[in-house]
T-cell receptor, first 113, second 111 residues
Framework: NAGVTQTPKFQVLKTGQSMTLQCAQD?????MYWYRQDPGMGLRLIYY???????DKGEVPNGYNVSRLNKREFSLRLESAAPSQTSVYFC????????????FGSGTRLTVV | GQQVMQIPQYQHVQEGEDFTTYCNSSTTLSNIQWYKQRPGGHPVFLIQ?????EVKKQKRLTFQFGEAKKNSSLHITATQTTDVGTYFCAGLRSNDYKLSFGAGTTVTVRA
């Protein structure tokens, strides 16, 4: 009954370093999403995958790449981290794009120094 | 930019009182969803409204979708300390079916 699992929970990076945030869901959901949450900004969509094999940009995709590895896993990569990418990152999944509530993971708190 | 606006940003409530948070969109929405995020936690799906003028209740929480499908409200009666957290609305845009989140209303409760 894990739902959406994100790793790591916390990470500190130096400017210019790269890293991959992992996300896996065990609910057989078709759609997966990556959001970032900053104070006063709500949740902003970085990238999403409507179904296995497809990925699309969201509102704030610059500086990020994603991979939908299979139906369960959707990873987010920061190629060259910048302090502006300090944020809390949430992965979410849903049965489909329309008319389904999202299930969120517990988040990754990332600090770039 | 953000297309779903929520007011107020902060709500300080005396335990036992009622309050309402509002969500407004510049475009027509296919549906509206509400989420709750406890401090330090992640957003948790509460409810979805689809029909124009729809009203749904969950115990002390009443959710409403406007007739024009551009606004929504969440009304909490007899606030309890367990209601502490940030409430987000999220609208599914009719033109591209992408979920747009509001900035949230952060609720604190005075005992």
């Amino acid at each position: 009954n894990a739902g959406v699992t994100q790793t790591p929970k916390f990470q500190v990076l130096k400017t210019g370093q790269s890293m991959t945030l992992q996300c896996a869901q065990d609910m057989n959901h078709n759609s997966m999403y990556w959001y970032r949450q900053d104070p006063g900004m709500g949740l902003r969509l970085i990238y999403y995958s409507a179904s296995e094999g497809t990925t699309d940009k969201g509102e704030v995709p610059n500086g990020y790449n994603v991979s939908r590895l299979n139906k369960r896993e959707f990873s987010l990569r920061l190629e060259s981290a910048a302090p502006s990418q300090t944020s809390v990152y949430f992965c979410a999944s849903s049965e489909g794009e329309e008319y389904y509530g999202y299930t969120f993971g517990s988040g990754t708190r990332l600090t770039v120094v | 930019g953000q297309q779903v606006m929520q007011i107020p940003q902060y709500q300080h409530v005396q335990e036992g009182e009622d309050f309402t948070t509002y969500c407004n969109s510049s475009t027509t929405l296919s549906n509206i969803q509400w989420y709750k995020q406890r401090p330090g936690g992640h957003p948790v799906f509460l409810i979805q409204l689809v029909k124009s003028g729809e009203v749904k209740k969950q115990k002390r929480l009443t959710f409403q979708f406007g007739e024009a499908k551009k606004n929504s409200s969440l009304h909490i009666t007899a606030t309890q300390t367990t209601d502490v957290g940030t409430y987000f609305c999220a609208g599914l845009r009719s033109n591209d079916y992408k979920l747009s989140f509001g900035a949230g209303t952060t609720v604190t409760v005075r005992a």
